[in-house]
């Protein structure tokens, strides 16, 4: 596996020593809208709603690295093979035997997280009306966590995928920063605390199956939920990484803003070194 750092070569000549072009780290980034930052200036994709300030965009800038950026709002584990809505061509075409990082956010999407989301705000109105957890319980059955455990396996799959299309690759999957604090900040953000704790409890399910996995399957997980804990929607503007029901800086609702993606490509890059 190939050290992620500049690799300078000697050459040895009769005259002295020459010193070669240090080689890039040649970068695939992976993924869904976590990474690919819709609606973040600039935007450098129409169709996957990609911005130039995302994640992958800052790491690469941090590495020195040299990136291929394919991560698109809305993909599924589906779209790494597949063509995403039919037009998007699938991620994985990125991925080449000499690629030395590659980093994976992808999951929400397959949960049907977004269905939470659009849910459980209209709920808020209603405060005598069924939790959000009621809702998404059938037949005593938590439908997110059924939905996560079903994912793990198409997660392992793409795994070994990366590792088979890029053998030399350090493989690095991320998970999800904080939404909200415990008990949110209702009414300020449309959540009531229980629905608000719910979707977050959801969403950490998720990131515990993406370590499992990570593991398993010969990857590095990333933890941004921990660090980005005092930088959710419920704080004061400048100091949030994720935007609420009404962004205060250009980003989608319940989606990392500029100063998140920068702060999630810092954790990135720490856990790297």
């Given amino acids: ?9 000697a050459v040895v000549l009769t005259s002295g020593t020459a010193v070669a072009a240090p080689a890039p780290v040649r970068y695939v980034a992976l993924g869904d809208s976590s990474a690919s930052g819709p609606l973040i200036p600039n935007q450098i994709d129409a169709r996957c709603l990609r911005s130039d300030r995302n994640w992958p965009h800052v790491l690469a800038a941090r590495l020195g690295a040299a990136l291929t950026d394919v991560t698109c709002s809305g993909a599924r584990t589906t779209d790494l093979a597949g063509r ?6 699938p991620q994985f075409d990125a991925l080449r035997r000499d690629t030395d990082l590659v980093t994976l956010a992808i999951a929400a999407n ?4 977004a269905g939470a989301f659009a849910a459980c705000a209209a709920s808020a109105s209603a405060p005598s009306g069924p939790t959000c957890r009621e809702r998404y319980t ?3 059955v938590d439908q997110f966590a059924a939905r996560t455990a079903a994912t793990a396996p198409k997660v392992a799959a793409a795994l070994q995928e990366i ?8 493989v690095v999957v991320a998970g999800y920063l904080t939404y909200w604090r415990p008990g949110g900040c209702y009414p300020a953000d449309p959540y009531r605390p229980a629905d608000a704790d719910y979707i977050q409890e959801s969403t950490d399910g998720v ?3 993406l370590r499992q996995q990570a593991s398993a399957n010969g990857a590095t997980f990333v933890d941004i ?20 029901a009404s962004p205060a800086s250009p980003a989608y609702p319940y989606h990392p803003n500029a100063n998140g993606m920068a702060n999630a490509a810092a954790i990135i890059a720490g856990a790297l070194r």
């Fill in 225 to 244: 939920r921990g660090p980005s804990a005092g930088h959710g929607l419920c704080e004061q503007p400048a100091n949030r990484w994720v935007e609420g």
């Fill in 84 to 89: 995403q809505s039919g037009v998007v061509p």
């Fill in 110 to 113: 397959d949960v049907e997280l």
């Fill in 163 to 170: 590792h088979r299309r890029s053998p030399s690759a350090r």
């Fill in 138 to 140: 059938v037949d005593g």
């Fill in 207 to 209: 990131a515990r199956m």
């Fill in 1 to 9: 596996m190939r050290v992620l750092v500049m690799v300078v070569l």
